[in-house]
């Protein structure tokens, strides 16, 4: 939804009714994710996707159905029958929807929502989207940051018991279906609630301000990630040398990693490449890249005799076998890269493997389904 939002907050301000929908569940091979979102405005534009362009003429028509009646609906699309006209996803999986008017009367605590994105403060809505009784209403709204709320769902009690899922879920960086009963009882089913969450992008600290370093700062740019070139030599950590990079850092690297630590500004969604090619950069760096959330991502430069020198000295500075087991080194997955432009891409596919628990090898050779499953409970409509 993030994409969407600028615009969806422009409208709202403007007092206009916007169509939303957002997806709120998947399984199997989905095409999109939970928080995918596609708004339908008065004149008729469409902006985002839901599905990669599978239901969006669907959902374009749900949209238009909710804004002329101010009520929101839910839909479930899944594979396509044999009818040739049929909606369904042609890539094989399932996902379920929420439409909504959005208005200055259905949502008035967005403001909040797009302030807090703005900001880049970690911040997460929630929406009910089926309820079994009257209250709480399909379509209210909570907008949880890690200190606040605004809006409500329309009980005190479920409030209370969704600010603190969703906060749980915004650590975590997850956006997901959650269940609860009347008065927020965790054991109940009656009342299904969607939890956006919009963390901070994930950091991307490449340490070492090489040519590589420009190629995978513009590659975890693409990405989304917020990225820090940090080297200890200020002639090359220039701006002009890495356009790309959200940051440019003059300082020792392990120096620099150990403040990030120390602020807070170190996730378990980081991504840490040291591309130093220099034991007196490298092997410090690394030392306090161990220092990390366990989920870090950390990844050195260098030939198999690099490596290999690598651990010898790192080992001589202390670094246990567990430490060692988090490094990946050589960097990157094996595509045969020569240019640094090559390398980058390199990296940047071994760091979402890692990530995302794929194996690396090429799709042809998977039996299984592309997309890993995410199982996620099924949202019946309101």
């Known amino acids: 939804m993030k994409d969407v939002l600028p615009v969806l907050v422009e409208r709202w301000r403007n007092g206009e009714t916007v169509g939303l929908t957002t997806v709120v569940a998947t399984f199997g091979s989905a095409p999109r994710q939970p928080g995918a979102a596609m708004l339908r405005l008065e004149d008729g534009t469409v902006v985002g996707s839901v599905s990669g362009g599978c239901v969006e003429g669907a959902v374009y028509e749900l949209a238009g159905e909710a804004m002329r009646t101010g009520r929101p609906t839910a839909e479930r699309y899944g ?8 909606v369904g996803l042609t890539c094989g999986g399932t996902l379920d929807v929420f439409c909504e008017p959005v208005t200055a009367t259905t949502w008035p605590a967005l403001d909040q929502l797009a302030d807090a994105v703005a900001a880049r403060r970690p911040v997460a809505t929630a929406t009910v ?6 209250d709480p209403p399909v379509g209210g709204h909570l907008v949880v940051t890690p200190d606040g709320v605004g809006g409500t769902l329309g009980d005190a009690d479920l409030d209370r018991v969704v600010a603190e899922d969703a906060r749980g879920l915004l650590d975590l960086g997850e956006s997901t279906t959650l269940r609860y009963g009347a008065g927020g009882l965790r054991t109940g089913e009656d009342i299904a609630v969607f939890v956006n969450s919009f963390a901070p992008p994930p950091r991307l600290i490449v340490f070492g301000a090489v040519d590589f370093a420009a190629a995978v700062a513009e590659a975890g740019a693409a990405l ?3 990225v820090t070139v940090c080297d200890a030599r200020g002639v090359f950590a220039t701006r002009h040398r890495f356009p790309a990079a959200d940051e440019v850092v003059v300082d020792w690297p392990h120096r620099y990693l150990r403040n990030e630590l120390a602020a807070g500004r170190v996730d378990s969604r980081a991504a840490i490449c040291v591309l130093t090619h220099d034991p007196k950069f490298d092997v410090p760096a690394l ?11 950390i990844g050195a430069m260098g030939s198999r005799r690099t490596h290999e020198d690598r651990l010898r000295r790192l080992r001589d500075d202390g670094a246990t076998e567990a430490d060692l087991a988090r490094l990946h080194s050589p ?6 890269a020569r240019t640094p432009a090559e390398t980058a891409v390199s990296i940047v596919a071994e760091i979402i493997a890692v990530r995302r628990g794929g194996s690396g090898i090429n799709l042809t050779r998977l039996a299984d389904h592309i997309h890993p499953d995410v199982v996620r409970s099924p949202v019946s409509s309101p």
Do not use: N, W
């Open 331 to 336: 960097i990157g997955l094996d595509l045969g």
């Open 224 to 226: 989304g990630y917020h």
């Open 287 to 297: 030392r306090a890249a161990f220092e990390t959330p366990p989920g870090v991502y």
């Open 79 to 86: 594979i396509a029958d044999d009818d040739a006209f049929a």
């Open 129 to 134: 989207t089926s309820s079994a009784h009257a």
